[in-house]
């Protein structure tokens, strides 16, 4: 059983376009986070949840709108993609002990 | 300054090398540090978790944590190919709902 997944794996859009990354995990954790790896590999934290309250939101533009229907599901949702925006985007989740998990990324690439 | 610094390498070592991976970090405040494996166009995968200074060992794996110089460290010991990836130190200052800071990874290579 995965830990962690996301959807999709692979996402190829236009600029100007929206889209979603969805995320699960089945751990049983109730803290969630979204993190980007951008094109030098550098990981990032952009949100933070706990069960279902966002907590931490890095300065990332209001663009990203995270939401978390269940404590075991958070999404990210992207307005009006830039071409800036093209990166992977991982998923995590936490028991609040310090130790995050990750899920396999979504490498979103905008054209 | 950088909270998180890590030399991105490569580092290329001979197959039964003893690897030394090192992380140098600003902020005192951190208190839990990790190590994640990422394999090319996979996720980060959690190595080691070490809670303030001291030493843990899983393996073929020893992390080490010097709170006083602000210094983390991984060792392999008999390093194999399939340790070949990107090894990224983490640090945090607090559990709860934190982000975790990264260095940016040193790519390591095993040559057979």
């Known amino acids: 059983d995965t830990a962690v997944s996301q959807t999709p794996k692979y996402l190829v859009t236009q600029m100007g376009n929206d889209k979603s990354i969805k995320c699960e995990q089945n751990?049983?954790?109730?803290?969630m986070y979204w993190y980007k790896q951008d094109s030098k590999k550098f990981l990032k934290i952009m949100f933070s949840?706990?069960?279902?309250?966002?907590?931490i939101n890095e300065t990332v533009p209001n663009r990203f709108s995270p939401k978390s229907p269940d404590k075991a599901h958070l999404n990210l949702h992207i307005n009006s993609l830039e071409l800036g925006d093209s990166a992977v985007y991982f998923c995590?989740?936490?028991?609040?002990?310090?130790?995050?998990?990750f899920g396999p990324g979504t490498r979103l690439l905008v054209l | 300054q950088k909270e998180v610094e890590q030399d991105p390498g490569p580092l290329s070592v001979p197959e039964g090398a003893i690897v030394s991976l090192n992380c140098t970090y600003s902020n005192s405040a951190f208190q839990y540090f990790m190590w994640y494996r990422q394999y090319s166009r996979k996720g980060p995968e959690l190595l080691m978790y070490?809670?303030?200074?001291g030493n843990k060992e899983d393996g073929r794996f020893t992390a080490q944590v010097d709170k006083s110089s602000k210094y983390i460290s991984l060792f392999i010991r008999d390093s194999q190919p399939s340790d070949s990836a990107t090894y990224l130190c983490?640090?945090?200052?607090?559990?709860?709902?934190?982000?975790?800071?990264f260095g940016k990874g040193t790519h390591l290579i095993i040559q057979p």
């Open positions: 949840y706990n069960n279902k309250e966002l907590i």
């Open positions: 983490a640090t945090l200052s607090g559990g709860g709902a934190d982000g975790l800071t």
């Open positions: 751990l049983g954790h109730d803290t």
């Open positions: 070490t809670y303030s200074s």
């Open positions: 995590a989740s936490s028991d609040g002990e310090g130790a995050q998990y």
